[in-house]
Structure formats: C-alpha cells, structure tokens
C-alpha cells in the first residue's frame, strides 16, 4: 500500500485485521493523526482549517462510528485498549513514521495509551482537553462545573442540567445526540460561545454509543518513563479536562509544555483558533520540525 495514495487529500478506507478504518485527509505539510473525543462522537466537529494550512491533517473515523466498521459485539468492546491497538495497527499498515499525534478529550486517552505502549513511529503528542486520569474526583469535578454553568445561566443551565443527569440512562445514538447537543453550551467559555454559530456546530454534532469496561484511566504511572515530546492544550473555562486535569497530565510527563488558553472551555480550536494555531507552530518550531 503506497503511503503517497494514502495520505492524498479525500475520504479513504482502509481494512485494519477485518475492520474498516475510515479517515480523511486534507492539508500538505507535517503529518498529524487526529482522534476524536467522547467515545462516540463523530470526526466532523474536530476539523481545524487553520492547521490544514500548514499540516497534512489525517482526521480518524474512530471504529464504531461515521464510515469506520463496528465489532461484532457492538455497542460493546470499544475500551481505550481497543482504539490504541487500533491507532497502532493504523500507522504500522499505512507505514507512518515520525508522525505527531493528536487526540481530544478521550482521543487524548487513546493518544496516551498507544503512545506510553508504542512509542516507536510516534515524535511527539498534543494532548488537548485531555487527563492523565479519570474516576470519582474526575467525575464530581465534571458535575460541579455543570452545576456552576447552570447557576450561571438561567436560560440554557436547565437543558443543560438535565442532559447532564441524562446521561446514564441513554440507550440508543439518537439519545446520546440529543444530550450532546443539549450540553453543547457548557463546554465553551462564556462570552465567546455568543460570537459563534453555535447552532450550525451543534447540527452538526452526531454521536454513537460505544460501551467500554467502565473502569476509570490512569496513566499517570506510564507516562512518567515516556520520553515522547508532548504538548498539552487546555482552556481555562473547561468544566470536565480544564486546567487541573492539564496540570495533571503536564506533571506526569517528562517532556511536555503546557498552554492554557484564557478564553476557551473544551473547544480551543474554535474558541481561539489563531492562539491553537500559534502554540502548535511553536511546538513543531521549538523541536526542529518545520511546517509546510
């Protein structure tokens, strides 16, 4: 498989061991792998033309979502160790090297995972909106947030509220993309969510159930001994992977540099694009990896 047709511009499918392994690619220049959030959430809202500019940009369709191929046993086996072995299994087929990988949120688990296990092909990490670790102080942080936004917000705090208490009850995709929906205000930074289309990026929003083990992540241990240059994202207004969580992975990891942006919630690269654009430039300019 020729890496050049690959990594050409356009919607792509490769098999990975029997599964479809949808991405896209858009952009010249250095490589950046993307993996999305949520488990579930569909690729489309992580799009950054700002660094399309400068890097090849290869976006994932996580498998169980969008055009990727699901398990057998969908909704269920789709652990963190399932989408790393997966990334892993995706670079060694289209022969990636060198390549710098970049994960939201619980793509920034993923990111984790594969990289502290194979760290081989990989040059460097950005961690955005991410942790080093999950579990109850992870979650009550997480509900206290939702909390402050809906105290905050007469008109949107209820919906909010209520999406956020509907969580575990969910059972099916359209379930889950209504809660996303209806949650959308709080993941960004108040005062800026007003200036954008919030509508248009919330229809466009699409998620799939996806049913790990349910245990909580922690890999703060296995970072330590990582050596992988690593960039790590966060917006001061995150109500679930905001700066505690930054700190948490900065400090766990032996060569990392932390930005916070001062205006953003989860979604930086929309909140402050031209700010994410300059702290990636930076990384790549500050380790000898030039842009196109």
Not at 196 to 206: C, K
Request: proline share 5%; charged share 20%; with cysteine.
């Amino acid at each position: 498989m020729s890496i050049l047709n690959t990594l050409s511009s356009g919607h792509h499918v490769v098999d990975i061991d029997g599964i479809s392994q949808s991405f896209h690619v858009t952009g010249k220049g250095p490589v950046i792998v993307v993996h999305p959030g949520g488990p579930g959430i569909h690729w489309q809202y992580l799009r950054m033309p700002l660094l399309e500019r400068h890097f090849t940009m290869v976006y994932l369709e996580p498998i169980g979502t969008g055009g990727s191929g699901q398990l057998a046993e969908h909704p269920h086996g789709y652990t963190i160790e399932l989408f790393a072995n997966q990334l892993r299994r995706f670079l060694e087929t289209l022969d990636i090297s060198n390549v710098i990988l970049l994960g939201h949120s619980h793509g920034g688990f993923v990111i984790q995972e594969h990289t502290s296990g194979s760290p081989d092909r990989v040059s460097g990490m950005i961690l955005y909106s991410s942790s080093a670790v999950t579990g109850n102080d992870f979650m009550r942080n997480a509900a206290n947030g939702i909390q402050a936004f809906a105290d905050r917000h007469h008109a949107d705090g209820p919906a909010v509220l209520q999406a956020w208490q509907s969580v575990p009850k969910m059972s099916s995709d359209d379930d889950y993309t209504k809660i996303m929906r209806d949650l959308l205000p709080a993941y960004f930074a108040d005062g800026v969510r007003e200036k954008l289309d919030l509508e248009a990026f919330r229809a466009g929003i699409n998620a799939t159930i996806l049913i790990g083990n349910n245990e909580p992540f922690d890999a703060r241990s296995r970072l330590q001994n990582l050596s992988v240059r690593a960039l790590i994202l966060t917006g001061d207004h995150d109500f679930i992977c905001g700066p505690k969580w930054g700190e948490t992975l900065h400090d766990s990891l032996r060569n990392s540099e932390l930005v916070r942006f001062a205006h953003s919630g989860h979604f930086a690269h929309l909140e402050q694009p031209e700010e994410f654009l300059a702290s990636v430039l930076a990384f790549f300019k500050a380790h000898k990896l030039t842009p196109h």
